[in-house]
């Protein structure tokens, strides 16, 4: 059971990028599946999240209007599209998933939850 981001990069500022979280092991139904960030120094922090069977979503302000998230419960994969990048937005980026689906995204997709899986992380890296 795994799950594995795929399509960071280093990209320059107002530039895109659009990130896979693939899951094996497990299907998608019933799941919430979030979007985090860690930047060098800073705690890990939400960045957007999305309840598999509802289709309820969730960004925090500082992805809002920039982000896109989509998922695809027949692919059991869900995608972060980055819009308007700025050097704000590099971090390591982190896919997880969480049984509470749309309780947890409903509830902001807190960093603080025990998510069931969580991906190894993609580095995104925003040049000015």
């Known amino acids: 059971v795994q799950l594995v981001e795929s399509g960071g990069g280093l990209v320059q500022a107002g530039g895109s990028l659009r990130l896979s979280c693939a899951a094996s092991?497990?299907?998608?139904?019933?799941?919430?599946i979030g979007w985090f960030r860690q930047a060098p120094g800073k705690e890990r922090e939400p960045v957007s999240c999305?309840?598999?069977?509802?289709?309820?979503?969730y960004y925090a302000d500082s992805v809002k209007g920039r982000f896109t998230i989509s998922s695809d419960n027949a692919k059991n994969t869900a995608i972060l599209k980055m819009d308007s990048l700025g050097p704000e937005d590099t971090a390591v980026y982190y896919c997880?998933?969480?049984?509470?689906?749309?309780?947890?995204?409903?509830?902001?997709?807190?960093?603080?939850?025990?998510?069931?899986?969580w991906g190894q992380g993609t580095q995104v890296t925003v040049s000015s």
């Open positions: 092991g497990f299907t998608f139904d019933g799941y919430a």
């Open positions: 999305i309840a598999n069977d509802e289709g309820t979503t």
């Open positions: 997880a998933a969480d049984v509470g689906g749309d309780t947890t995204v409903l509830a902001g997709c807190p960093v603080d939850y025990v998510y069931t899986y």
